[in-house]
């Protein structure tokens, strides 16, 4: 997932970490870490956190600026593949 400015982007992964990376210098600026297998983030849209889903069957809202985790969302019955935000940043899917 690449920001609004293009100038950073977050890679999920499959290793319980997701990525953040400064585009311009070509260099990892921050990291996040939890106990599953990540399958995707994306940015809230005024890019103060991040929401993640994975194989935990959990979302996961992460401050943008120290990537702690900010709110955990459990209830789902299986794993979960893939998420999208609407664009005033109310609902997601």
Known sequence: TINATDEEAISASADGSCIVWNLIRGVRTNALFASTLFRAVVYHPDE??????????????????????????????????????????????
Do not use: H
């Open 48 to 93: 103060s956190q991040l929401l993640t889903c994975g194989s935990d069957r959990k979302m996961t809202y992460w401050d943008t600026s120290d990537c702690n985790a900010i709110r955990i969302l459990d209830g789902a019955t299986a794993e979960l593949n893939s998420l999208d935000i609407e664009p005033d940043g109310v609902a997601f899917a």
